[in-house]
């Protein structure tokens, strides 16, 4: 199994920063995907970014320009810095990581961003 655990949500004034991190204990042998994902109250959990073992990485168009995700096989963790964050941002922020082979994937429990205006 692995265990995925975030931190460095919090509040912050809209225009400001926030860097996020996740670390992976556990069976992380073989991780290829490590995404973070969020969701507001109400809605669906999306995806806002990710990052291949590969180092290809993918975002969502509205985080495009002003997230950055990183990761760092060594300590086993993955980054997501937010620049000029928005009101909009304001979710529960989700760190994920997937397996190809076994297939596996894991959540963490989330750590909460909060925008204000």
């Known amino acids: 199994q692995v265990y995925l655990v975030e931190s460095g949500g919090g509040l912050v004034q809209a225009g400001g920063s926030l860097r996020l991190s996740c670390v992976a204990t556990?069976?992380?042998?073989?991780?290829?995907?490590f995404a973070w994902y969020r969701q507001r109250p109400g809605e669906q959990r999306e995806l806002v970014a990710s990052?291949?073992?590969?180092?290809?990485?993918n975002y969502a168009d509205s985080v495009k320009g002003r997230f950055t995700i990183s990761r760092d096989n060594a300590r086993n963790s993955v980054y997501l810095q937010m620049n000029s964050l928005k009101p909009e941002d304001t979710a529960a922020y989700y760190c994920?990581?997937?397996?190809?082979?076994?297939?596996?994937?894991?959540w963490g429990q989330g750590t909460q961003v909060t925008v204000s205006s």
């Open positions: 990052t291949s073992s590969g180092g290809s990485t």
């Open positions: 556990g069976s992380t042998s073989g991780i290829n995907v």
């Open positions: 994920y990581a997937k397996k190809d082979w076994p297939p596996y994937s894991s």
